[in-house]
């Protein structure tokens, strides 16, 4: 079973940018769909992004990071990464990658992912 495994998170300014990587262990991608979600002190998980193979690519935004972020993926399925540009404080949060096979209407829903990884703090502040 593949685990995800996060990493790139730290301390940007508001504006900066930051990169982060979710890689496979255990296994590759292939298959699953993967997705990360971030929660803020006192709020509840919530989803920011998701890639999904099923004959063919298709990735999914939050309204709140779409423009900003974007998603990609190596070829050979072994780890995805979240570009996350124009950042604010609000976007101040441990972001968890997941993975699991969603059906279309749980690709948003922590519902739709079985498994997670341990998270990375990304902290926006001058």
């Known amino acids: 079973q593949v685990q995800p495994v996060e990493s790139g998170g730290g301390l940007v300014q508001p504006g900066g940018s930051l990169r982060l990587s979710c890689a496979a262990s255990g296994s590759t991608f292939a298959g699953y769909a993967v997705a990360w979600f971030r929660q803020a002190p006192g709020r509840e998980r919530e989803f920011v992004a998701a890639?999904?193979?099923?004959?063919?690519?298709?990735?999914y935004y939050s309204d709140s990071v779409k423009g900003r972020f974007s998603m990609s993926r190596d070829r050979p399925n072994s780890a995805v990464h979240l570009q996350m540009n124009s950042l604010t404080p609000e976007d101040t949060a441990v972001y968890y990658c997941a993975t699991g096979r969603p059906i279309i209407s749980t690709i948003t829903t922590m519902g739709g992912y079985n498994t997670w990884g341990q998270g990375t703090q990304v902290t926006v502040s001058s």
């Open positions: 890639f999904r193979w099923s004959g063919g690519e298709t990735t």
